[in-house]
């Protein structure tokens, strides 16, 4: 099995920035992607950005520009720094990602969350 754990959020003046992490754990896992969505109250779970083992990025719109995402050398670990903060950024993030375990003949495909953590955008 894989586990995610992840940095705490916090509150942000509007401007501001905070830096999230997000470390993958587990034993004879590789990584297909990680990344990072958000949920905000009464709404649907949006991406916010992913980075694949090849190191390519995608952002919606709506965070290009202001956020971006990482990894470590070792690549199980992703962080998401996140500046010039907006009050509709406001949401509980969750860490994502997608695995390929391999516990037997073949390995499997394996998707795993984060416990999620929220990010309050507010003066």
């Known amino acids: 099995q894989v586990q995610l754990v992840e940095s705490a959020g916090g509150l942000v003046q509007p401007g501001g920035s905070l830096r999230l992490s997000c470390a993958a754990s587990g034993s004879r896992f590789s990584i297909n992607v990680m990344g990072w969505y958000r949920q905000a109250p009464g709404k649907e779970r949006e991406l916010v950005a992913v980075i694949t083992s090849g190191g390519n990025t995608n952002y919606p719109d709506s965070v290009k520009g202001r956020f971006t995402i990482s990894t470590d050398n070792a690549k199980t670990t992703v962080s998401l720094q996140m500046n010039s903060l907006k009050p509709e950024d406001t949401a509980v993030y969750y860490c994502?990602?997608?695995?390929?375990?391999?516990?037997?003949?073949?390995?499997?495909?394996?998707?795993?969350w984060g416990q999620g953590t929220l990010v309050t955008v507010s003066s």
């Open positions: 994502y990602g997608a695995f390929t375990v391999v516990d037997g003949p073949k390995g499997r495909y394996l998707e795993v």
